[in-house]
């Protein structure tokens, strides 16, 4: 199994909502990643997990916050957010995160703030 | 500053044609260089990844060559096909403690029958 799988596919919301993208692996990687990626742009990294720990966080806003319940699973809480944080979110994993290990990444959520 | 530039910014060639995408890079210190392609709306998947020692590497129709001297890489697409119509993206990864990726902002390559 080389998937990286993501929920949901779309997510409209309200600024003063609070919801939740969920990010799945089970190639036994141990770092696990969050990317916003705006149209026609490279995608921005967000979070970097390893080993269940928050390795780096790119001085991202607090409406966003990385949850890593488990080796497999990543999640993205998200909580007041603006409509300029419309963005596809994209979750990756690798086997850790030196290189030269491969980041296989998910189909991402297609996030509208509305 | 650590940067990655890609040209075209966008290719259109009829189907069966081949065609050649550039990748500069200011990234220092280098660890590695990988192509991804991507589906509009969808997650990047690898073709390619290089490190310093390697010049070129293939997968499939893909040919990715690096010239680690002049910072340059390029891919090379043979014999395109429709379903080649996606956005390229070169990613150069920095070694700087923690592995960063920076990425460039990509080719958008259509292929018309």
């Known amino acids: 199994d080389t998937e990286v799988t993501q929920t949901p596919k ?34 921005e990294l967000m979070f970097v997990y390893s080993y269940e720990k928050l390795s780096i966080n790119e001085s991202v806003p607090s409406r966003f916050s990385p949850e890593c319940p488990n080796s497999s699973l990543l999640n993205l809480h998200l909580h007041a957010l603006q409509p300029e944080d419309s963005a596809l979110y994209l979750c990756a994993s690798s086997q850790g995160e030196a290189l030269p290990y491969e980041q296989y990444f998910g189909p991402g959520t297609r996030l509208t703030v509305t | 500053k650590n940067q990655v530039e890609q040209s075209p910014q966008s290719l259109i060639i009829l189907e ?92 958008r390559l259509t292929i018309i029958p």
């Open chain 2, 16 to 107: 069966g044609k081949n065609c050649t995408l550039q990748c500069n890079y200011t990234v220092s210190p280098f660890s590695n260089l990988r192509w991804y392609k991507q589906d509009t709306g969808r997650g990047p998947v690898s073709l390619t990844i290089m490190t310093f020692s390697e010049n070129t590497k293939s997968n499939g129709r893909y040919t990715a060559t690096l010239d680690a001297d002049t910072k340059q890489s390029s891919l090379h697409i043979t014999a395109s096909q429709l379903s080649d119509s996606a956005s390229y993206i070169c990613v150069v990864t920095r070694n700087f403690g923690n592995e960063k990726l920076t990425f460039g902002t990509g080719t």
């Open chain 1, 10 to 43: 779309h997510l409209v919301m309200g600024m003063t909502n609070k919801k939740s993208l969920k990010c799945e692996q089970h190639m036994g990687h141990r770092a696990m990643y969050w990317y916003k990626q705006k149209a026609k742009k490279p995608p």
